[in-house]
Nanobody, 120 residues
């Protein structure tokens, strides 16, 4: 399974970005798909997840109401719509596939990461 994240960039505070994660195969079936982020000097942290079974979602408190995770199973693509971005959202964002919810250790497959920088 290969995951390819894209869509990062430089944006001003209050702006929006949409990240995409393309999977090499029909990854989503049976997996939880998640987004994580890692800022310099900090541990990787959970951002959002979407479950294959039922399509329910889970968000970190810090992004609730601003970020939306979704998937297009026909295109094997995961998305993260990020609105009202803040400088503290600056990080490398990773997509992942696994069987867990919020812990990185429960995700077996990872994309290469895409940089998001939010200027104040």
């Amino acid at each position: 399974v290969q995951l390819q994240a894209s869509g990062g960039g430089l944006v001003q505070a209050g702006g929006s970005l949409r990240l995409s994660c393309a999977a090499s195969e029909r990854t989503f079936s049976g997996y939880t798909m998640g987004w994580f982020r890692q800022a310099p000097g900090k541990e990787r942290e959970f951002v959002a997840a979407i479950y294959w079974s039922g399509g329910s979602t889970n968000y970190a408190d810090s992004v609730k109401g601003r970020f939306t995770i979704s998937s297009d199973n026909a295109k094997n693509t995961l998305y993260l719509q990020m609105n009202s971005l803040k400088p503290e959202d600056t990080a490398v964002y990773y997509c992942a596939a696994g069987v867990g919810i919020t812990t990185p250790e429960s995700y077996a497959h990872w994309g290469q990461g895409t940089q998001v920088t939010v200027s104040s």
